[in-house]
């Protein structure tokens, strides 16, 4: 064998990974050439070195607090482990406060979207309404209406019509840094489906078009209702919301939507 | 004590270690972050198939890192070009850049990306040549050829490459 080969080979060799045939050619020819003789000692010498080296760098490790905070918090969420358990002596006040927030929140839109923006009942009143479709822009920093506390609110109501489906923007709020928009669209027969993608809303502002952080969708009978939040906007621009269309039970679409407003 | 505390009470001596054991396959620590991370979640999933008891926690955490690591690479891998005849030799140009002294980790992490991987799964992690080349989906041949490589590198750079800087070693 040519030395060239057999120091190709060393690695292989000292790693155990030659058939017995080609370890027994390659101690015979080392017993003979001094020079791949030397080789293969620095090859070893070099290979016990990286070894000791990289786990005692791996020993001496310590995770940054972030990524352990990240890691723990990611776990628990995972761990599906039901809030009852993690926090027994809530059980009482929840279920009371779910009971009644159950009603409320499945029967008037309105009720939903005003408890869900007070702390701690909001995340509560987000769990027991928990959208059918919760899309968010950036899964890592979701928003909600949990974080959303609207200093200005404007009540619209206003309305396109499409065949016979009607989207009607029901409400406007602002707070620092979000605007969310209540919309619905209802007609007879739409069906919300499972594609988040395809119902992507689409908000412009003079300045063009305003980013999309996040929406939920919920359908109840003939009728869907939305909560998109987008990035604030001023008080009092000319706004324009453009709503994909929606399948029918039965086949077909109705839609897209377009109706202007004021925020 | 919960599945869930169970879990984290072994999980947590290990986590230093494990996140330098992601770092080091993958060159980072954003990434090493992002796979330990997943790798978390993977195996308080399988936990209850965790089988040797609570003592062969360790081995089975990492083997599930690696594998989440060595999926990664796997990925990021294929947008890098495949090896060029050159690159399987020493980069003279390179190591004259180098510190003639320095530790192992500083000599590992200043390799390319594909010598630094398979030097990390085989020295760090004691990985057979074909556990290697199934795992990053590459050639045995390819294995060794860049281990080859690697090592040469790595010895000029360890002061390990001659008789005459052996002391400095």
Redesign the interface.
């Known amino acids: 064998m040519q030395c060239e080969q057999i120091q190709r080979d060393l690695v292989a060799y000292q790693a155990g990974s030659l058939s017995p045939q080609e370890r027994a050619a390659i101690e015979a020819h080392l017993s003979t050439c001094e020079a791949c003789a030397e080789e293969a000692a620095l090859m070893k010498e070099t290979s016990e070195l990286l070894t000791k080296g990289l786990k005692d760098w791996v020993d001496q490790g310590v995770c940054p607090p972030d990524i352990a905070e990240r890691i723990e918090l990611n776990l628990r969420e995972a761990s599906g482990r039901p809030w009852w358990q993690r926090w027994p002596a809530l059980v009482g006040v929840v279920a009371t406060v779910a009971a009644v927030f159950l009603v409320a929140v499945a029967t008037n839109p309105d009720i939903a979207h005003k408890v869900a923006s007070v702390p701690l009942l909001g995340a509560i009143a987000a769990q027991l309404a928990s959208p059918e479709l919760d899309f968010q822009v950036d899964p890592q920093k979701p928003v909600s209406a949990a974080l959303f506390k609207p200093t200005r609110t404007v009540d619209l109501n206003v309305t396109a019509v499409q065949e016979d489906a009607t989207l009607t923007v029901v409400r406007v709020s602002t707070d620092e840094k979000l605007l969310r928009v209540q919309y619905s669209v209802a007609g007879e027969g739409l069906v919300l489906g499972k594609d988040e993608l395809s119902l992507i809303p689409r908000l412009t502002s003079p300045d063009g078009p305003v980013a999309l952080q996040s929406y939920t969708a919920d359908q109840k009978d003939d009728e869907i209702r939305f909560v998109a939040y987008f990035d604030a906007v001023p008080a009092g621009a000319s706004l324009t919301l453009t709503v994909p269309s929606l399948e029918l039970r039965d086949g077909g679409t109705r839609g897209p939507w377009q109706v202007a407003f004021t925020n | 004590m919960?599945?869930?505390e169970r879990?984290?009470a072994l999980y947590k001596p290990e986590?230093?270690?494990?996140?330098?054991?992601a770092?080091?396959i993958l060159g980072n620590?954003a990434d090493?972050?992002d796979a330990?991370?997943e790798a978390?979640?993977r195996a308080?999933?399988a936990f209850h198939q965790l089988k040797g008891g609570e003592v062969a926690f360790p081995a089975w955490m990492r083997r599930i890192l690696v594998n989440t690591c060595t999926q990664i690479l796997r990925k990021r891998m294929k947008v890098i070009p495949v090896e060029r005849p050159e690159d399987l030799h020493e980069h003279g140009s390179t190591e004259i850049d180098l510190p003639m002294e320095g530790?192992?980790?500083d000599a590992?992490r200043s390799l390319d990306e594909r010598y630094r991987a398979v030097?990390?799964l085989?020295?760090?992690n004691?990985m057979?040549?074909?556990e290697i080349a199934a795992a990053l989906d590459i050639p045995l041949g390819t294995v060794?050829?860049r281990?080859?490589s690697a090592?040469k590198q790595?010895?000029n750079r360890?002061h390990?490459?001659?008789t005459e800087r052996?002391g400095a070693?």
């Open positions: 919960t599945l869930e879990f984290f986590q230093n270690r494990l996140f330098r054991t770092w080091a620590e090493a972050g330990l991370q978390t979640i308080y999933r530790d192992v980790w590992v030097v990390v085989r020295f760090l004691d057979q040549l074909e060794k050829s281990l080859h090592l790595l010895r360890l390990a490459g001659g052996r070693v």
